[in-house]
């Protein structure tokens, strides 16, 4: 099949360079002169594991191209697939002026029959003013379709090869029967059903898996009171089939790309509709409110950050990845330096820009942010950290060690000589 990628971002290009690998014949569009050379070269754009490799396998076979001409991308396409950003807007709706922008451009150069599907995140709704956006410029037949991602980063490759399930929204057999036969290499089960069903069963999932994190959260913080110990209740409830023991280490809230704004437009929209006490209203709160809830309650225990040297260990949103999108580092560290601390960072692959007021300096390595710090704060758990050993880089001081992530064992870490700190326990 002839498929056109619009948007070269973890979607865009994930899905695109997946799409080659199952055979058919794919154009990735952006409308970024630097990113899509950088494509055409081999190159990524962005760190995500595995993704060179097949981006290079499929270029080799001749499947795979990027352009920036929607007229040599949209002319030929049977299916068009809009993958770009819907970040959240001021009133943290999803602004969706990506997705119309593309439509728009898109729209003169569309072919009989063509099938217009969006994968980016968008409420129910969109498709519609896709659709008007299109026809206000052609008169040929085309249709649309809703067909959510719910791949990962750090693990997109892998979670675009094997995914629990497909989801198509559409309101018609072609569409239905095209949009299967495009995911035929895959054994992944296929839902069908409304549209506007697809779009919220996307918001609904990420909503449920922030939810989820939250509540882990939540109730860490009861066991700081009561000196239960959440990783112990994590392991006791876990057994129950209904709960199970995936997906819910506590830490410092969620962040990335997607839970917060996707959240945001979720709870905006409860409000738009009057439905002002949806829980996920105060999900978002709490998520917002929780790094500073923590670096306040930790700088008590440490009697105070003034004067101390932190060393951060993560950058990132999460491992595996050089995003920076709502990472917990871009809070931490304007908090700790308004705090009168110097911050001495290490991330394997992300990158932290200096704001004005920031005392922070990112290091080369774990030994370098580490040896002279007063407080270790392992925020990111990268391999590379949670398997690091700490007893090298022990200075002949008082030290506190505050593992974020609820990743290191206590009494490895005392027995090094620090004070242990961590989510959910005393
Ligand atoms: C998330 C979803 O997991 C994907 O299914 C979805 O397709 C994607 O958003 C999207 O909408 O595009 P992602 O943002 O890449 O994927 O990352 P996750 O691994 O889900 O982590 C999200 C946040 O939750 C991170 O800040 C992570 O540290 C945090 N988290 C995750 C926890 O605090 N505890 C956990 O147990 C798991």
Request: net charge negative.
């Amino acid at each position: 099949m002839k498929v056109t990628v619009i948007g070269t971002g973890f979607v865009g290009v994930v899905s695109a360079a997946v799409y080659a690998s199952f055979g058919h014949e794919v154009m990735g569009l952006d409308i970024d002169e630097h990113k899509i050379k950088l494509l055409e070269q081999g190159e990524v754009p962005f760190y995500e594991s595995g993704l060179k490799e097949l981006l290079l396998e499929q270029q080799a076979t001749g499947k795979l191209h990027f352009t920036t001409s929607y007229e040599k991308a949209i002319g030929q396409a049977e299916i068009i697939i809009i993958a770009v950003g819907t970040p959240s807007a001021a009133d943290e709706t999803a602004d969706l002026r990506y997705v119309l922008a593309s439509a728009k451009s898109l729209a003169p150069h569309l072919t009989e029959d063509a099938i217009v599907v969006i994968k980016s995140t968008v409420p129910p709704g969109t498709l519609e003013k896709v659709i008007a956006t299109i026809q206000a410029q052609t008169n040929v037949t085309f249709h649309g379709a809703s067909m959510p991602e719910f791949l990962r980063e750090g693990s997109a490759v892998h979670d675009t090869l094997h995914p629990d399930r497909i989801v198509i929204g559409a309101d018609n057999e072609f569409v239905f029967t095209k949009l299967t036969e495009l995911h035929s290499a895959l054994q992944a089960p296929i839902v069908r059903c409304k549209v506007a069903s697809a779009q919220m069963a996307k918001y609904t999932a990420n909503a449920y898996l922030a939810t989820r994190i939250t509540f882990i959260n939540e109730i860490a913080n009861l066991c700081e009171k009561n000196g239960a110990d959440i990783n112990e209740v994590i392991e006791a409830i876990g057994y129950d089939q209904r709960i199970g023991k995936h997906y819910w280490y506590p830490g410092l809230g969620y962040g990335g790309s997607c839970f917060p704004k996707d959240v945001k437009e979720l709870a905006a929209y409860s409000r738009s509709v009057g439905e002002d006490g949806n829980l996920l209203n105060r999900i978002n709160e709490i998520n917002k409110e929780r790094i500073f809830r923590l670096l306040t309650k930790f700088g008590q225990e440490i009697g105070g950050f003034e004067h101390k040297t932190v060393a951060l260990l993560g950058l990132s949103f999460k491992p595996n990845t050089d995003d920076m999108r709502e990472a917990p580092s871009t809070k931490i560290i304007p908090y700790l330096s308004s705090q009168g601390a110097q911050v001495l960072s290490y991330d394997p692959m992300a990158t932290y820009q200096n704001q004005e007021h920031d005392a922070h300096e990112q290091k080369n390595t774990i030994q370098e942010a580490c040896s002279e710090a007063d407080v270790i704060m392992a925020v990111v758990e990268w391999p590379e950290i949670t398997g690091f050993d700490f007893t090298q880089v022990k200075a002949n001081k008082k030290q506190f060690f505050i593992d974020a992530r609820n990743q290191f064992d206590r009494q490895i870490i005392e027995a090094a000589g620090y004070t242990y700190l961590a989510i959910g326990k005393r």
